[in-house]
C-alpha cells in the first residue's frame, strides 16, 4: 500500500531526527537550525575522528614499544637510515641515553633541534657512558642540532665524525675530563655556528675541517683550559683553518688586545 505524503514527510523527519541524535552521540555537535543536507559533513567529521583516534592509537603503541615506555636507554643505531626523517621521526618521549653510538648515522632528518621542538621533548647526552658517543651523527643530512652535552664523556671518539650537513650546534658542553677530543669534529666541512660553549676544553682539539665564523672561535677560546707557565704549556693543539684565524684576526682582537694567534699560544700556552 503506497504511503501518503504526510506518512512520507513523517517517516523522513523520524529518519532525520533519529540520524541528528546518532551524530551527537558520536561527539559532533549538531547546532539548533542546522540544514539536513549539512549532515554527511557532519557524518565525514565522525569517521575523521575515528581515523585520528586510530592514528593516535597506532602511535602510542609505536612509540611506547620502540621506546620502552620512556625507559629506553640504549639508542644505539635506534634512528640510523635514510627511513628517517621529518615524516617518521615523532618519538613520544624525551631522550636520555646511556648509548648513543650511531644513533642518527645515514638519517634523513634535517633540522633534527626543530622536530624535538615539535614534538615537545628532548635529546639529554649528559648520561652517555665512556665510549658510547661515536659516531651519532655519521653521514646523516641533520643541519642543526641543540644542546650537545659531553661532559660525561670520557674516552669517546668521534663524536661528530662525517656530520658533513652540520651547519649549527646551538650549544655544547665539554669537561675537563674529556679526553681524545682532536677527532671528534672530522669532517665536519659545513660547521659554521657554535653559539654557545659551556665547561673546560683541556685537551687537543681541532675544527681543521669546518669554516667556523669568528663568534664560534671565541666560544671555543674562551673554554680552553689556560697552561701559560705551567709544564703543560704547548702540550696542547687547538687547529681552526687558515682562513678561519684570518677572518677573526679581523674581526677583533683578543681579551688581552694581542692578535688572537698570539693570546691562544702565550697567554694560554697552547700550540696553533
Not at 593516535?56 to 640510523?80: K, P, T
Not at 652535552?149 to 675530563?177: C, G, P, R
Not at 669568528?214 to 702540550?235: F, G, H, R, V, W
Request: aromatic share 12%.
Amino acid at each position: 500500500m503506497m504511503k501518503s505524503n504526510e506518512q512520507v514527510i513523517s517517516q523522513a523527519i523520524a529518519d532525520f531526527d533519529a540520524i541528528e541524535k546518532s551524530i551527537v552521540e558520536c561527539g559532533v555537535e549538531v547546532p539548533k537550525g542546522t540544514d539536513t543536507c549539512e549532515y554527511p559533513d557532519k557524518i565525514k567529521e565522525i569517521y575523521n575522528a575515528g581515523e585520528n583516534a586510530g592514528k593516535q592509537a597506532a602511535y602510542d603503541e609505536f612509540w611506547d614499544l620502540y621506546q620502552d615506555n620512556g625507559n629506553r636507554v640504549d639508542y644505539e643505531r635506534m634512528f640510523s637510515g635514510d627511513g628517517w626523517e621529518e615524516k617518521t621521526f615523532k618519538p613520544k618521549y624525551s631522550i636520555q641515553p646511556t648509548n648513543a653510538n650511531a644513533m642518527f648515522s645515514h638519517s634523513n632528518i634535517t633540522d633534527l633541534q626543530a622536530l624535538l621542538d615539535e614534538c615537545g621533548i628532548t635529546v639529554d647526552f649528559s648520561k652517555v657512558t665512556y665510549n658510547r658517543l661515536t659516531q651519532p651523527f655519521m653521514a646523516s643530512v641533520i643541519t642543526r642540532v641543540g644542546t650537545i652535552d659531553l661532559s660525561s664523556l670520557t674516552n669517546a671518539t668521534y663524536v661528530f665524525y662525517q656530520a658533513m650537513s652540520l651547519e649549527t650546534i646551538e650549544k655544547l658542553i665539554f669537561a675537563e675530563t674529556n679526553v681524545f677530543v682532536s677527532n671528534w669534529f672530522q669532517s665536519c666541512s659545513a660547521l659554521a655556528n657554535i653559539n654557545e660553549v659551556e665547561g673546560v676544553i683541556s685537551n687537543s682539539i681541532s675544527f681543521n675541517w669546518s669554516p667556523l665564523t669568528p663568534t664560534s672561535m671565541k666560544n671555543i677560546i674562551a673554554c680552553l683550559k689556560n697552561y701559560a707557565e705551567t709544564d703543560k704549556a704547548n702540550t696542547y693543539t687547538v687547529k681552526f683553518t687558515d682562513a678561519c684565524w684570518t677572518a677573526l684576526e679581523a674581526d677583533s682582537t683578543a681579551p688581552d688586545g694581542k692578535p688572537w694567534k698570539e693570546y691562544v699560544e702565550y697567554s694560554l700556552g697552547w700550540n696553533t
